[in-house]
């Protein structure tokens, strides 16, 4: 099994900004990429931004370009997400993923975990 625990959301005022924390453990064989989303109440989950493990690249959302950068430690096994210029919009769950392969006993089996979720709000 896999786990991810997220942590740094809370609550800020609009043009503040807050880095969100996610670090994966378990019996992890691989990670590929990690992912960030955020679910407004009655949306959808989406994609916020997405890096890849071993190259680095990364894709964000079209509303969060410019705003948001996500970057990776790779010997903790830790993304983050720096947030600036935050917006009222941006008020979420925001949620971690990660892409990869997990031990089994003598299995590989691919990785489907998601964090607990740490709530973001922008209020005035």
């Known amino acids: 099994q896999v786990q991810l625990v997220e942590s740094g959301g809370g609550l800020v005022q609009p043009g503040g900004s807050l880095r969100l924390s996610c670090a994966a453990s378990?019996?992890?064989?691989?990670?590929?990429?990690m992912g960030w989303y955020r679910q407004a109440p009655g949306a959808q989950r989406d994609l916020v931004a997405r890096i890849t493990i071993s190259s680095g690249s990364t894709n964000y959302a079209d509303s969060v370009k410019g705003r948001f950068t996500i970057s990776r430690n790779n010997i903790k096994n830790t993304v983050y997400l720096q947030m600036n210029s935050l917006k009222p919009e941006d008020t979420a769950v925001y949620y971690c993923?990660?892409?990869?392969?997990?031990?089994?006993?003598?299995?590989?089996?691919?990785?489907?975990?998601w964090g607990q979720g740490t709530q973001v709000t922008v209020s005035s």
């Open positions: 993923n990660a892409e990869g392969w997990y031990f089994d006993g003598p299995s590989l089996k691919p990785i489907r975990a």
């Open positions: 378990g019996s992890i064989s691989s990670i590929n990429a």
